[in-house]
């Protein structure tokens, strides 16, 4: 009896004696690929030739892979993984994915941007890597969310200037909140549903998602000076920002990554950078939301 190999038609179609559950799963199920913009968010070596990657796509959402020969330097695996895939590194991917398995298959990778800049200053370096965390954090593996997509891209980019990480940062969070669906609420106090008063300071109510006017009633509640408030209402606009100070730019920052360690529950280690006093010119001052 000769071989027989399934390449298409139904199951049923076959002769009787090729029917083989195994012989069919193998042939004729077929393997999705996918090919997408992505921006590696994650980077793991597996063996010296291979590496684990998590890759944030524009249309596919958030990829586990695994890259095989991708550090290899002969001929062909440097035509299948040009300019290699680097953490924070921008290209076209190709993949595979198997319902079965944990890991997709990174079979191409073409690379569009290293963002070598961010290899320049420790500010732009450790501000993107926090962007990355959060996301990995954030975000589910393979839903959707071009919205996510282009808010990093974006940041990724806006870090070239040294002067405007505060405000590329700002502009990346608040972005990110809008697509998960986490929007603060900044006009209407999430308690009563009335328009806010104008007031010195407001209380920022994590559990509820927004403003209120109650002055420290509940232990949670953060306190919030109205010049930040009024930062944030002008990115929720996309008003220009260059009438608040660095300072309140710190401010805002600090209030946003301390609404999505509420939200995901957990403190990532690069949120320190955001958060603490260290070298970082972007946080190196402590000052009261």
Not at 124 to 138: F, G, I, P, R
Not at 183 to 204: C, I, M, N, R
Request: glycine share 6%; aromatic share 6%; with cysteine.
């Amino acid at each position: 009896m000769g071989l027989f190999r399934v390449t298409g038609g139904s199951p049923s179609s076959l002769p009787p004696e090729h029917r083989d559950p195994k012989r069919i799963s193998r042939y004729a199920i077929p393997v999705p690929r996918l090919t997408d913009n992505a921006i590696c968010i994650r980077d793991l070596d597996w063996s010296e030739s291979s590496q684990v990657v998590v890759l944030l796509t524009e249309r596919h959402g958030k990829v586990r892979g695994l890259a095989k020969g991708s550090r290899r330097n002969s001929p062909s695996a440097i035509a299948k993984f040009s300019g290699g895939i680097n953490l924070l590194s921008a290209g076209q991917a190709i993949v595979t994915t198997k319902p079965a398995e944990q890991l997709a298959t990174v079979t191409e990778w073409d690379l569009r941007s290293d963002h070598y800049h961010l290899r320049t200053g420790l500010s732009a370096q450790w501000t993107a890597m926090y962007a990355a965390d959060l996301v990995n954090a954030l975000l589910a593996d393979e839903d959707p969310h071009p919205g996510a997509y282009a808010a990093l891209s974006r940041l990724l980019s806006d870090l070239a200037q040294a002067d405007g990480v505060a405000q590329s940062l700002l502009r990346f969070q608040w972005a990110l909140l809008v697509d998960v669906g986490y929007k603060p609420e900044l006009e209407h106090d999430v308690e009563t549903g009335q328009a806010l008063p104008k007031a010195k300071a407001y209380s920022f109510d994590p559990k509820l998602g927004g403003l209120t006017t109650r002055n420290g009633m509940h232990d949670e509640d953060w306190r919030v000076r109205a010049n930040t408030v009024e930062l944030l209402r002008a990115i929720s606009n996309g008003e220009t920002t260059q009438a608040f100070t660095k300072n309140a730019m710190i401010r805002a920052n600090r209030l946003l990554c301390t609404y999505f360690r509420a939200l995901i529950d957990k403190q990532l280690p690069t949120m320190d950078f955001i958060l603490n006093d260290n070298p970082n010119p972007v946080v190196k001052d402590r000052i009261r939301r």
